[in-house]
């Protein structure tokens, strides 16, 4: 648990690339359908945020933080009840690689069978991400 009382996991995974690399390639939206099936198929660019219209939870809008030098990848994802999600996700130095660290939080509502899918679903995307960097 963390000060605030919720549960949350942190999911990571090593990437055989640097953090420029990874950061470039995961902090780029447009990319997302390629690697993170748990926001869609599709993303397009609406404003400041971008939108999935066909993610398994349904139409979700997905606001990013700003690039950084940090390896910062934060999003929040409004769901389709209004309810906003915040991702905490960095990208960090692993020896001559990176370590990408998602931390999944557990809404209040989510049974632990809802919370473990999410973390399997978030280890998914991770595994994809990496596959993608380290064939590229």
Same mark, same amino acid.
């Given at each position: 648990m963390n000060s605030t009382?919720?549960?949350?996991?942190? !999911? +990571?995974?090593?990437?055989?690339?640097?953090?420029d690399d990874v950061y #470039?390639?995961? /902090?780029?939206?447009a990319n997302l359908p390629a690697?993170?099936?748990? !926001? +869609?198929?599709?993303?397009?660019?609406?404003?400041?945020?971008?939108? #999935?219209?066909? /993610?398994?939870?349904?139409?979700v809008v997905i606001t990013?933080?700003?690039?950084?030098?940090?390896?910062?990848?934060?999003?929040d994802v409004t769901l389709?009840?209004?309810?906003?999600?915040?991702?905490?996700?960095?990208?960090?130095a692993d020896d001559a690689g990176s370590e990408v660290v998602f931390t999944l939080?557990?809404?209040?509502?989510?049974s632990d069978a809802d919370f473990e899918r999410d973390a399997g679903m978030v280890a998914a995307d991770l595994r994809r991400l990496k596959k993608l960097m380290e064939s590229a």
């Open positions: 009382g919720k549960e949350s996991r942190h !999911l +990571g995974i090593h990437i055989d690339r640097t953090v #470039a390639y995961a /902090s780029d939206p690697w993170a099936h748990g !926001l +869609g198929e599709a993303v397009e660019k609406a404003d400041d945020h971008w939108v #999935a219209e066909s /993610s398994p939870m349904g139409r990013f933080a700003p690039r950084n030098e940090l390896g910062v990848l934060d999003h389709p009840s209004g309810e906003t999600v915040h991702n905490p996700v960095r990208v960090i939080r557990r809404r209040p509502e989510m």
